[in-house]
């Protein structure tokens, strides 16, 4: 929780960075045409932030930032998201998946509920079923290969 | 193009006669659910089911392989609408806007309404597109061909003005948001030249940021994480009076009450489905902003205002018949599904022009009429599914509904290209996203300025260099009168926000309701 | 008595050696073979692709899985191939001329190599050609220079992509006519049409096939090809105008570096007898169908490489000036 935040100034700040960010990345044997339509972006978008800074300066617009629930809750449910993507394609689609749902359910579920021995296996069956059936939709009806790892 | 009236008739008549058949009316059914699921899920789109039924279409006869297509491409778009309300995540990217209105709507209770509504307003944008492609044909193509490089920068440029009024809050966050938008697009090979930009190294960047992937991450992630940061779903339960709203004629009554927003959304539905590129994707956009200009009361709209959704989700089934006018008079596909359906006719050897509407005749008004059809089975389809899905989204415990949703996201975002990065890239734009909207900088901007950028790009680069030869080559831009007619209303669409605070002084001075923009 | 055993124990080994890769491959292909595509579904590589499948799948006597990979051109597709597909054979992918020679060259992240795949085969061929609106002022190729020559760059030529076929194609006959136009590049073949037809480019340098399947709406002035296309019979090639300038796109298919020979060879069969069938169908089109395997193919590529050599290098070295 960030109590009164002056969010044009954090604005302007991310503005400019990705501004430097994106143009010191430019090749320098680029051609001009490939390149001339972003050049002018990156500096209407640091022009933006610019601005943006003035008016944080002069008349900040305050707000107070990730003042809305659990932020740690936020938090562990992105962790378990990318660890999600990542291990697709070691563990392979379904069981990352399965593994997944499992986790997030019960972490999210510790907010609300006790969770028991005998519910989390029910909600094994659950997940393994919810991803079983969209696996199927997938590889058989729309053919696409989903990743298979170690396991499935 | 002149056909003679009896022969048309005649035709038409034959045409009815060949969907007369129950084989026909049920693959019009289970296209139009087919459609329906794909468009509802994130990350699947209209074209990625055209591309999987393809195949499928080439053991069919083609008059039952077409209306397949159309039945499938007419349900998906109309799909989209579904996870845009329950969800606040576009299905498709031709339900942007549907999700502004849709979504407060559901919190409030009102998701039932807010489904029918969108169930009316996209068959009769669907018929209206028939309509279009049955009748208006021929000068619908020849305007079609009128739009050059100039005229889609323009476009492009217009489209952006819609940032402005999109940004609920502080302009230059929205603006920002958009350049953002924009140089997103850029990552990847650039479409003239042809090199390579912002790939930081990675080989796999060489494919850039597409622009589905961006569209779930933004609008998906940051849903979810509220949720879990709130520890509970929003969707709210609907109450008995709204339930009662949500009733068939109840809904039909609502939407017709409004004829002006129909139609204005429907013919902007049909210009943009001309513009060969362009279609579902930005008619949606630009039929919102222009109901809400047309309102009373635009300062409502954000909280769930009906005329909202119906224009969003009537101008995208407009765009599904619509865009076709180009493709079967002049071969040109007017939306990305249309290249599939183009390669179809090809396969069964049906060259698009006047051939397919005089010797293969009844064929294609077989087919166009199928499409009607389609629309008209979303009703039944669209009502029942909707009030299904929705049931078990609201009986779904909050802690089951984000990996859920996680689940079908992901899918949908990894099948796109087969690409496990996306599915990262998925992930880092929608966390992003989350903290990029705490501060006040929201998605829809970014995706419009991701989805424009491009356009804007080709037009500007391609039209200079028609104008190589000229002392500036940009004032090749300003030489059409297309162009100039585009520019006219970049302009006015520029200044409304000042002009409309401008008129309301002026009608009642002393009582200044908005703050400058 | 030692020596005896080991020798039954020798020999023994040395049959199942000797027998086994012939085993091996006379069981090839024992599962699913995935084809993949490295552009969009609805485009000419997956139409050509979907037209193969059923009869790859007789031939091949397993399944035959079309997936695509889009993405920078291909090169997205083609780079990850190159790292992570295993040359045993139940992976090949869709390539093209002269993308995959033109990339590699011209971009430092292009992720592979030219000579990274073994190649199978290359099946069709789209010549490039010079095409103008029906009712453009413009009937014969000389019409068309002459143009050019009067008024440097105002002549735009759209063609799909920077540093494809159809790009390439436009600068060997600035250089062979001595004109100077201006090249428009477009984001792939299908917007190319309305650009054309709506009269935003003077002329197009694009495809045979659009010539064939949009004959009533344009003019073709000239094919890269060695001979005229049967289902173009009055459009001349450019060398019968004297342009020596033959080129186009040719589309093939490849498996990893490292795979089996017996199996390539057995693909590449599959794929021959696979393009007989569907080359009516094919021609019809406007594609010309090639059938260079083995050897051939490779010479094709090292062919168009030399042709496109010189230009690629010209451009290569413009940038580094900068």
């Not at chain 3, 009055?234 to 298919?253: H, M, N, Q, S």
Request: hydrophobic fraction near 50%; glycine fraction near 10%.
């Amino acid at each position: 929780m960030i109590k009164n935040a002056n969010s044009d100034l954090w604005a302007g700040c991310i503005g400019l960075a990705l501004s430097v960010a994106f143009w010191f990345s430019i090749d320098e044997e680029i051609m001009r045409l490939s390149i001339m339509f972003p050049k002018a972006m990156i500096a209407i978008m640091a022009l933006i932030s610019i601005l943006l800074l003035v008016k944080g300066i002069l008349k900040a617009e305050r707000q107070d930032l990730f003042n809305v629930g659990s932020n740690r809750r936020v938090l562990i449910t992105a962790l378990l998201f990318f660890i999600w993507g990542v291990a697709i394609s070691y563990l392979g689609f379904f069981v990352s998946s399965v593994l997944a749902i499992l986790a997030q359910a019960w972490y999210l579920a510790l907010a609300r509920r006790k969770v028991t021995l005998p519910t989390l296996a029910l909600w094994l069956v659950v997940a393994a079923g919810e991803v079983a059936f969209f696996y199927l939709i997938f590889t058989r009806l729309l053919h696409v290969p989903l990743p298979k790892g170690i396991l499935i | 193009m002149i056909l003679h009236c009896e022969v048309v008739m005649e035709k038409l008549v034959l045409a009815l006669g060949a969907l007369a058949n129950p084989v026909v009316i049920l693959i019009i059914f289970s296209g139009v659910s087919a459609g329906l699921f794909v468009g509802a899920m994130p990350g699947l789109t209209a074209t990625m089911a055209l591309a999987v039924l393809l195949p499928f279409t080439f053991t069919l006869p083609p008059l039952l392989g077409l209306v397949a297509l159309g039945a499938v491409y007419m349900g998906a778009i109309y799909g989209g609408s579904f996870a845009a309300i329950l969800v606040n995540t576009p299905g498709t990217p031709s339900s942007i806007a549907s999700a502004f209105e849709g979504y407060p709507l559901s919190r409030q209770g009102r998701a039932l309404e807010a489904i029918s509504v969108a169930t009316i307003a996209s068959a009769i944008g669907g018929i209206a597109g028939v309509l279009f492609l049955l009748f208006l044909s021929p000068p619908l193509a020849r305007l079609s061909l009128r739009f050059g490089p100039s005229e889609y920068f323009w476009v492009a440029i217009l489209g952006l003005t819609l940032i402005a009024s999109l940004s609920e809050g502080s302009l230059l966050k929205g603006l920002l948001g958009g350049t953002i938008g924009m140089m997103l697009g850029t990552m990847g090979v650039a479409p003239i030249g042809g090199e390579t930009r912002f790939t930081f190294g990675m080989p796999v960047m060489q494919g850039g940021v597409e622009m589905i992937v961006a569209l779930i991450g933004l609008f998906v992630l940051p849903e979810l994480y509220n949720m879990a940061a709130l520890g509970r779903a929003s969707l709210g339960e609907v109450t008995v009076s709204s339930r009662e709203k949500a009733s068939f004629w109840r809904v039909v009554k609502r939407v017709l009450s409004q004829p002006g927003n129909l139609i204005r959304s429907c013919i902007i539905g049909e210009i943009v489905a001309i513009i060969p590129g362009a279609g579902g994707n930005i008619a949606n956009l630009v039929a919102y902003n222009e109901a809400k200009r047309a309102s009373k009361h635009p300062e409502r709209f954000g909280s769930g205002v009906i005329e909202g959704l119906v224009a969003s989700e009537s101008s995208n089934n407009v765009t599904v018949a619509g865009s076709m006018v180009p493709l079967l008079t002049l071969g040109i596909p007017g939306a990305p599904p249309d290249a599939v359906i183009l390669g179809v006719l090809l396969l069964h050897g049906l060259r698009p022009g006047i051939e397919l509407f005089t010797t293969s005749g009844v064929l294609t008004y077989a087919f166009i009429i199928s499409m009607g059809l389609a629309a008209l089975a979303m009703v039944p389809v669209g009502l029942i599914g909707g009030r299904l899905i929705y049931r078990i989204i609201f009986r779904t415990p909050y802690y089951f509904l984000v990996p859920t949703i996680g689940l079908a996201t992901i899918l949908g975002t990894f099948a796109l290209r087969n690409s496990f990065s996306d599915v990262i890239i998925m992930l880092i734009l929608g966390t992003a996203g989350y903290l990029l909207k705490q501060i006040g900088i929201n998605p829809p901007p970014i995706v419009l300025g991701l989805i424009l950028g491009g356009i804007a790009e080709v037009g500007y680069v391609q039209s200079t260099l028609g104008g190589a030869a000229y002392r500036f080559p940009v004032l090749r831009l300003f030489e059409n009168p297309l162009s100039w007619i585009l520019i006219g209303m970049v302009l006015f669409s520029a200044a409304w926000p000042y002009l409309a605070a401008l008129y309301r002084r002026l009608r009642s001075p002393g009582v200044s309701k908005g703050d400058d923009p | 008595m030692y020596t005896k055993s080991f020798m039954v124990l020798f020999s023994v080994a040395a049959i199942v050696m000797t027998l086994t890769p012939a085993l091996v491959s006379a069981e090839y292909p024992e599962k699913p073979v995935t084809y993949i595509i490295s552009f969009n579904p609805g485009g000419e590589s997956d139409v050509t692709a979907r037209l193969q499948e059923s009869h790859l799948e007789k031939f091949l006597g397993q399944p035959v899985n079309v997936t695509h990979k889009p993405g920078g051109g291909g090169a997205v597709a083609w780079s990850d191939f190159q790292r992570t597909a295993k040359p045993d054979g139940y992976t090949v992918i869709g390539v093209n001329i002269p993308h995959i020679i033109g990339q590699p060259m011209l971009r430092k992240d292009a992720g592979y190599e030219t000579d990274g795949f073994d190649l199978i085969m290359w099946f069709h061929f789209t010549p490039n050609a010079l095409i103008v609106k029906k009712d453009s002022p413009y009937q014969t190729l000389e019409d068309f220079l002459k143009y050019a020559k009067e008024n440097p760059k105002a002549a735009t030529v759209g063609g799909s992509g920077s540093f494809s076929a159809n790009h390439l194609e436009t600068l060997r006959l600035e250089k062979a006519a001595e004109v100077e136009v201006t090249y428009v590049p477009h984001t792939g073949t299908g917007p190319l049409v309305p650009a054309l037809l709506g009269g935003h480019i003077t002329a197009a340098m694009g495809y045979s096939m659009l010539g064939v399947q949009y004959k009533d709406q344009v003019r073709v002035l000239g094919v890269a090809a060695d001979e005229r296309i049967e289902t173009l019979p009055d459009a001349p090639t450019f060398k019968e105008l004297g342009y020596d300038i033959v080129g186009g796109a040719f589309r093939g298919v490849a498996a990893p570096k490292g795979t089996d020979p017996q199996i390539i060879s057995k693909l590449a069969k599959a794929f021959s007898e696979t393009n007989k069938i569907i080359a009516e169908k094919q021609r019809q089109l406007g594609f010309v169908m090639t059938y260079a395997t083995g050897e051939d193919a490779y010479g094709l590529v090292g062919r168009m490489k030399e042709n496109y050599e010189g230009i690629l290098q010209e451009i290569a070295a413009k940038k580094k000036k900068k």
